[in-house]
C-alpha cells in the first residue's frame, strides 16, 4: 500500500492530505504550538548519548546489543564483488523510471500485474486492463509480501496481492459495473504459481499444477477463538465459520512446517453504507470502517460490503490467514487467534521449548506492536498444522530506558468477556492493558543468528500533535522520539534469556532516518545515516541467511525539500552488528519496494515493485517503457558471477 498520505487522499472520509502538506508541516510549525521538533531532538541526543546508541561502523556500545561474534552461517564460498558483509558497492539515489542495481549485479522482470498463470487466460490488454474472466486467471496487482517453497526442485512463490490502484487499475479511471468489481476482486488476494529459470531468466510456469488464485472471494475456514462468535455471524453464514476472501494482504510469513502466512491490513476500506443515515459501531470505527468505501465500490455489486445490511462482515477481516502453497486444494484458516488488526506481516520464531512466537504489527499511526505464543509446542515432522488456533497474544510496552515487557491480553488484563472477544477486538484490548502507542509499525524481522527483532516504525507526521489538531494525542518519547515524524525509525529489541519465550526484553534504537543533507537537529538521522545512504519510510525487513538486514522503503519520493537527494523508494542493506547501512537498489518512479525471498539456492533474490506511476497515468511506464501502463512486478536480481546474495 502506498505510504499514508495517498491512503488519505483517496479516502474521501479523511481530509486531504497532500505531500506539499506534509512539507508545510515539516517545515512551518503553528504559531503557539509545542516544538515538538525540538524536544524530540533532545530526545534523541539524550537516548544516544545514554546508551552508546549506534555510532557509524562502531559497535553498539553500552547497549543491550553487542556485536555477534557469530561467523556468517551461509554465502561464505560467494566472492564478494567487494569486501566486508555487504558485497556489493552501494549505488546512489536517482529518479529514474527503471530498477537500478549495484555494478555486478543484474535484474530481470520475473511477473507483472495481469500475466496469465494458464495458458487459457488472455494475454494483459493495456487498452482495457482486462475483463473479471482474464484477472482471475492472471496475477493479481500490486505485488506485496512474498514466500517461495520448494517442493521436488521445483519452486513455487506465493505473493500477495495487496489492493488496486483506480487510477491504473481501470482505464477510465474508476470502476463502473459488476465485471470491473469482478476484476478488481480477483486482483486482490494471493497469488501462487510456479516459477522456473528458462530462456536466460525466471518465468512463470503456466498451467503448473501449483498455480492457484485465493481472491477476495474465496471461502476461508474461520478458527480460532473467534470461529462462531456472535460478532462474526452473518446473513450469509450464520454459523460464523466460513469466510468470503481476503484482500489487503501486505506483508508475509511462513511457519517451520511449510505453510504460507499472509496478512490482511486495509481490510476496512472495502465497506460503505448504501443507508447514509447509518451509524456505524464504535468499535467498527476505530479500525476505521465507516459508511464511505476508499472508492473501490465492491458493495455495488456484492452486498455482503454493505455494513448497514451486514454489519458483522467487516469482522471477519483484519486476520493473518495460512494456507500450504503446495496443496492447491487445500482451505485457507483465518488464524484468529493471532489478533485483528491492519495486520503487517507476520515474523515466526520458535521458543527454546518449541513454542511459536509470532510477532505482529498493526500498521496504524498510534497502534501496537504484538507478540503471539503458542499453546502448543512444535514438533519437526510432526503434526503442527494448528499450532497457530491457540496461544495467548502480547502487546509491547517500552519505556524511556531501553526495557520493555510483553502484557498479556487475557479477559483478567483486559476485562473483556472473553478471548473470542479479544481476537475480534484486539485493539481495544491492547488499549485496555495501556500498552505502548506506536508510529505505524510495518514489517517485524528476527535475526536467524541471534535472538533478536527488528521493526520498522514507517513514520508519522501527527504524532503528539492534539487529536483536535489530525494528530493521535500519542506522546512522543521511547521507540518514537519524534514528533512530526517524516522519516521513520527502526527499533529492536532482544529478549532477555535469549528466548523469544521472555516476557521482558532490552531494545535500542537501530536506525532513526533522517536527512543530514538538510537538517542538523533530530531529523538529520542517527549517526548511521548518511548523505551517501539516507531514505525515509522504512516498511519491508527481511534478515538473510548471514544475519543482514534488508530495508525497503514506502516513503515520500519527490526527492525535494526535506526528501531532497532521498530520491525514489529503495531497498538497503544493514549490518546489525556495526549499524552500517548501504544503498542496494532504487526502484522505478513512484513505485514502493515491498516483498522479498529468495531461491533455494540464494542465488537469485525476487523483489517486489508495487504501484510505480501511482498518481496516475503517465507518471510511469515501468516495467515495458514506451506508453505503457506501469504495472506492479517481481523482479529476480542476481549476481553477474552467479554468487550467493543473501
Ligand atoms: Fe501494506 Fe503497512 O503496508
Ligand atoms: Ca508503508
Ligand atoms: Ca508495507
Given at each position: 500500500m502506498p505510504d499514508d498520505t495517498t491512503i488519505e487522499a483517496e479516502d474521501p472520509k479523511r481530509e486531504f492530505d497532500s505531500v506539499e502538506d506534509d512539507f508545510d508541516e515539516f517545515y512551518f510549525p503553528r504559531p503557539?504550538?509545542?516544538d515538538f521538533a525540538a524536544l524530540a531532538d533532545r530526545e534523541i541526543s539524550r537516548q544516544i548519548s545514554r546508551r552508546g546508541f549506534l555510532r557509524g561502523t562502531a559497535a553498539a556500545g553500552a547497549a543491550a546489543f553487542v556485536a555477534s561474534t557469530a561467523p556468517p552461517r551461509s554465502a561464505a564460498s560467494a566472492t564478494p564483488v567487494n569486501s566486508g558483509r555487504f558485497g556489493f558497492e552501494p549505488v546512489a539515489a536517482n529518479t529514474l523510471d527503471t530498477v537500478t542495481v549495484p555494478e555486478g549485479y543484474n535484474w530481470h522482470v520475473v511477473a507483472r500485474w495481469g500475466d496469465p498463470l494458464w495458458s487459457r487466460g488472455a494475454e494483459f490488454d493495456d487498452a482495457t486492463r482486462g475483463t473479471g474472466e482474464s484477472q482471475e486467471l492472471a496475477f493479481g496487482d500490486n505485488t506485496d509480501g512474498m514466500e517461495l517453497f520448494t517442493a521436488d526442485g521445483r519452486s513455487i512463490l506465493a505473493v500477495n496481492n495487496e489492493y488496486v490502484n483506480n487510477k491504473l487499475f481501470f482505464a477510465a479511471g474508476k470502476p463502473a459495473g459488476p465485471d470491473d468489481v469482478r476484476r478488481a476482486k480477483a486482483a486482490h488476494g494471493v497469488s501462487v504459481f510456479e516459477i522456473a529459470q528458462a530462456g536466460g531468466g525466471w518465468r512463470i510456469v503456466r498451467d503448473s499444477e501449483y498455480n492457484r488464485k485465493i481472491t477476495a472471494d474465496t471461502p476461508i475456514e474461520i478458527t480460532g477463538p473467534a470461529r462462531g462468535h456472535g460478532l462474526m455471524k452473518t446473513r450469509l453464514d450464520p454459523a460464523g465459520t466460513t469466510a468470503r476472501g481476503t484482500w489487503g494482504n501486505c506483508g508475509s510469513g511462513r511457519t517451520p512446517w511449510g505453510t504460507y502466512l499472509t496478512c490482511e491490513e486495509n481490510f476496512n476500506g472495502y465497506f460503505s453504507s448504501g443507508d447514509p443515515g447509518h451509524k456505524g459501531s464504535a468499535e467498527l470505527l476505530r479500525y476505521g470502517v465507516g459508511v464511505v468505501d476508499w472508492g473501490y465500490e465492491w458493495a455495488s455489486a456484492?452486498?455482503?460490503?454493505?455494513i448497514a445490511k451486514h454489519p458483522n462482515e467487516p469482522n471477519r477481516f483484519g486476520y493473518i490467514v495460512e494456507f500450504d502453497p503446495?496443496?492447491?486444494a487445500s482451505t485457507p484458516k483465518k488464524r484468529t487467534a493471532l489478533g485483528r488488526f491492519k495486520h503487517e506481516n507476520a515474523e515466526v520464531a520458535l521458543a527454546a521449548d518449541g513454542r511459536v512466537v509470532v510477532y505482529l504489527g498493526d500498521d496504524e499511526r498510534g497502534e501496537f506492536l504484538y507478540r503471539f505464543v503458542s499453546e502448543g509446542r512444535y514438533a519437526e515432522g510432526g503434526d503442527n498444522g494448528d499450532l497457530l488456533e491457540n496461544g495467548t497474544l502480547y502487546a509491547a510496552k517500552f519505556d524511556d530506558g531501553g526495557r520493555g515487557e510483553w502484557l498479556e491480553l487475557t479477559p483478567r488484563t483486559t476485562g473483556m468477556k472473553s478471548r473470542a472477544e479479544i481476537a475480534i477486538h484486539t485493539r481495544q484490548a491492547a488499549s485496555a492493558v495501556k500498552a505502548t502507542t506506536m508510529d505505524r509499525p510495518e514489517w517485524v524481522a528476527v535475526n536467524p543468528l541471534k535472538a533478536e527483532a527488528y521493526c520498522c516504525l514507517t513514520n508519522n507526521k501527527n504524532r503528539g500533535k492534539k487529536p483536535n489538531a489530525g494528530g493521535d494525542a500519542a506522546p512522543v518519547g521511547g521507540p518514537n522520539p519524534r514528533a512530526a515524524n517524516n522519516y521513520g525509525q527502526i527499533v529492536r529489541w532482544a529478549p532477555d534469556g535469549g528466548d523469544h519465550l521472555s516476557d521482558t526484553f532490552a531494545w535500542d534504537l537501530y536506525v532513526v532516518a533522517g536527512n543530514p543533507a538538510v537538517h542538523s537537529d533530530a531529523n538529520a538521522g542517527s549517526k548511521n545515516v548518511t548523505r551517501d545512504n539516507m531514505f525515509n519510510s522504512p516498511d519491508g525487513l527481511r534478515i538473510d541467511t548471514r544475519g543482514m538486514l534488508w530495508i525497503q522503503t514506502d516513503g515520500n519520493y519527490s526527492n525535494a525539500k526535506g526528501f531532497a537527494g532521498m530520491g525514489n523508494n529503495q531497498m538497503l542493506a544493514g549490518d546489525p552488528a556495526t549499524g552500517e547501512i548501504k544503498r542496494f537498489m532504487v526502484g522505478p518512479k513512484q513505485c514502493e519496494i515491498t516483498g522479498l525471498t529468495w531461491s533455494a539456492d540464494r542465488r537469485t533474490m525476487f523483489v517486489g515493485i508495487q504501484?510505480?506511476?501511482?498518481?496516475?497515468?503517465?507518471?510511469?511506464?515501468?516495467?515495458?517503457?514506451?506508453e505503457t501502463t506501469p504495472r506492479s512486478a517481481i523482479v529476480a536480481v542476481s549476481r553477474d558471477d552467479g554468487g550467493v546474495i543473501g
Amino acid at each position: 500500500m502506498p505510504d499514508d498520505t495517498t491512503i488519505e487522499a483517496e479516502d474521501p472520509k479523511r481530509e486531504f492530505d497532500s505531500v506539499e502538506d506534509d512539507f508545510d508541516e515539516f517545515y512551518f510549525p503553528r504559531p503557539g504550538e509545542t516544538d515538538f521538533a525540538a524536544l524530540a531532538d533532545r530526545e534523541i541526543s539524550r537516548q544516544i548519548s545514554r546508551r552508546g546508541f549506534l555510532r557509524g561502523t562502531a559497535a553498539a556500545g553500552a547497549a543491550a546489543f553487542v556485536a555477534s561474534t557469530a561467523p556468517p552461517r551461509s554465502a561464505a564460498s560467494a566472492t564478494p564483488v567487494n569486501s566486508g558483509r555487504f558485497g556489493f558497492e552501494p549505488v546512489a539515489a536517482n529518479t529514474l523510471d527503471t530498477v537500478t542495481v549495484p555494478e555486478g549485479y543484474n535484474w530481470h522482470v520475473v511477473a507483472r500485474w495481469g500475466d496469465p498463470l494458464w495458458s487459457r487466460g488472455a494475454e494483459f490488454d493495456d487498452a482495457t486492463r482486462g475483463t473479471g474472466e482474464s484477472q482471475e486467471l492472471a496475477f493479481g496487482d500490486n505485488t506485496d509480501g512474498m514466500e517461495l517453497f520448494t517442493a521436488d526442485g521445483r519452486s513455487i512463490l506465493a505473493v500477495n496481492n495487496e489492493y488496486v490502484n483506480n487510477k491504473l487499475f481501470f482505464a477510465a479511471g474508476k470502476p463502473a459495473g459488476p465485471d470491473d468489481v469482478r476484476r478488481a476482486k480477483a486482483a486482490h488476494g494471493v497469488s501462487v504459481f510456479e516459477i522456473a529459470q528458462a530462456g536466460g531468466g525466471w518465468r512463470i510456469v503456466r498451467d503448473s499444477e501449483y498455480n492457484r488464485k485465493i481472491t477476495a472471494d474465496t471461502p476461508i475456514e474461520i478458527t480460532g477463538p473467534a470461529r462462531g462468535h456472535g460478532l462474526m455471524k452473518t446473513r450469509l453464514d450464520p454459523a460464523g465459520t466460513t469466510a468470503r476472501g481476503t484482500w489487503g494482504n501486505c506483508g508475509s510469513g511462513r511457519t517451520p512446517w511449510g505453510t504460507y502466512l499472509t496478512c490482511e491490513e486495509n481490510f476496512n476500506g472495502y465497506f460503505s453504507s448504501g443507508d447514509p443515515g447509518h451509524k456505524g459501531s464504535a468499535e467498527l470505527l476505530r479500525y476505521g470502517v465507516g459508511v464511505v468505501d476508499w472508492g473501490y465500490e465492491w458493495a455495488s455489486a456484492d452486498e455482503r460490503f454493505d455494513i448497514a445490511k451486514h454489519p458483522n462482515e467487516p469482522n471477519r477481516f483484519g486476520y493473518i490467514v495460512e494456507f500450504d502453497p503446495l496443496d492447491p486444494a487445500s482451505t485457507p484458516k483465518k488464524r484468529t487467534a493471532l489478533g485483528r488488526f491492519k495486520h503487517e506481516n507476520a515474523e515466526v520464531a520458535l521458543a527454546a521449548d518449541g513454542r511459536v512466537v509470532v510477532y505482529l504489527g498493526d500498521d496504524e499511526r498510534g497502534e501496537f506492536l504484538y507478540r503471539f505464543v503458542s499453546e502448543g509446542r512444535y514438533a519437526e515432522g510432526g503434526d503442527n498444522g494448528d499450532l497457530l488456533e491457540n496461544g495467548t497474544l502480547y502487546a509491547a510496552k517500552f519505556d524511556d530506558g531501553g526495557r520493555g515487557e510483553w502484557l498479556e491480553l487475557t479477559p483478567r488484563t483486559t476485562g473483556m468477556k472473553s478471548r473470542a472477544e479479544i481476537a475480534i477486538h484486539t485493539r481495544q484490548a491492547a488499549s485496555a492493558v495501556k500498552a505502548t502507542t506506536m508510529d505505524r509499525p510495518e514489517w517485524v524481522a528476527v535475526n536467524p543468528l541471534k535472538a533478536e527483532a527488528y521493526c520498522c516504525l514507517t513514520n508519522n507526521k501527527n504524532r503528539g500533535k492534539k487529536p483536535n489538531a489530525g494528530g493521535d494525542a500519542a506522546p512522543v518519547g521511547g521507540p518514537n522520539p519524534r514528533a512530526a515524524n517524516n522519516y521513520g525509525q527502526i527499533v529492536r529489541w532482544a529478549p532477555d534469556g535469549g528466548d523469544h519465550l521472555s516476557d521482558t526484553f532490552a531494545w535500542d534504537l537501530y536506525v532513526v532516518a533522517g536527512n543530514p543533507a538538510v537538517h542538523s537537529d533530530a531529523n538529520a538521522g542517527s549517526k548511521n545515516v548518511t548523505r551517501d545512504n539516507m531514505f525515509n519510510s522504512p516498511d519491508g525487513l527481511r534478515i538473510d541467511t548471514r544475519g543482514m538486514l534488508w530495508i525497503q522503503t514506502d516513503g515520500n519520493y519527490s526527492n525535494a525539500k526535506g526528501f531532497a537527494g532521498m530520491g525514489n523508494n529503495q531497498m538497503l542493506a544493514g549490518d546489525p552488528a556495526t549499524g552500517e547501512i548501504k544503498r542496494f537498489m532504487v526502484g522505478p518512479k513512484q513505485c514502493e519496494i515491498t516483498g522479498l525471498t529468495w531461491s533455494a539456492d540464494r542465488r537469485t533474490m525476487f523483489v517486489g515493485i508495487q504501484h510505480p506511476g501511482e498518481r496516475g497515468p503517465g507518471n510511469s511506464h515501468f516495467p515495458d517503457g514506451g506508453e505503457t501502463t506501469p504495472r506492479s512486478a517481481i523482479v529476480a536480481v542476481s549476481r553477474d558471477d552467479g554468487g550467493v546474495i543473501g
